[in-house]
């Protein structure tokens, strides 16, 4: 089993060699835009401060409890965040197996690291669900798919779970297709050539 290191700065190393991630050969391949990250980086401090209450909460199973409560002032714009995730544990029942869980992969000898968010059973099936706090974009479908590879299961379903700050959530299906799994594999590729 290899040992998987994430640093502050997002790199990955896999027995202390350095490995792509997931979301830095999207972003080198031009599939992730993130000047809007860039140039908000209060919508990123959100998304991780509803990525770490989300999964602490998790370890606790169903006792939400005083989670729901901002830790402090400067936190309570992640409530209703927190409010939809509740929601969306309780309307849907869904067994979580494994919570920020990061992985190893090879396509052809060409390594990549990730770290899905959950990994867990909807409605009897085994899924990926990535949580994300912003609007759906047109890259979500790959990065979910390249952490499928993550994941020793064929059958796997692909969803994202997008929190809104009304407090309501929106669970959409990724559908795993042929084309999307070429479309990995190309990015990945056209990555690693790209580094040498």
């Known amino acids: 089993m290899p040992i998987i290191k994430l640093d502050e700065e997002h790199k990955y190393t896999v027995d202390g060699r350095p490995c792509p991630g997931v979301s830095e050969i999207l972003k080198w391949c031009g599939g992730v835009d993130d000047r809007f990250y860039r140039s908000h980086p209060h919508a990123t401090a959100r998304g991780k401060k509803v990525h770490a209450a989300t999964a602490e ?25 927190l409010l939809a995730y509740s929601t969306f544990r309780r309307e849907s029942k869904i067994e979580i197996l494994e919570i920020e869980k990061k992985g190893y992969a090879e396509i052809d000898g060409l390594g990549y690291c990730g770290t899905y968010d959950r990994l867990a059973k909807l409605n009897g099936r085994l899924c990926i669900i ?10 979500h479908g790959l990065q979910l798919e390249a952490y499928a590879g993550l994941v020793a299961e064929k059958e796997i379903d ?11 959530y929106q669970l959409t299906a990724y559908p795993r297709t042929w084309e999307l799994g070429i479309e990995w594999e190309r990015m990945l590729f056209s990555f690693s050539e790209g580094q040498k």
């Open 57 to 81: 909460a998790d370890c606790f199973g169903d006792s939400w409890g005083e989670w729901l409560l901002p830790a402090a002032p400067e936190d309570g714009d992640i409530v209703n965040y």
């Open 130 to 139: 990535d949580i994300k706090t912003g609007a759906r974009a047109a890259w």
């Open 158 to 168: 692909l969803y994202g779970l997008y929190l809104k700050p009304s407090g309501r």
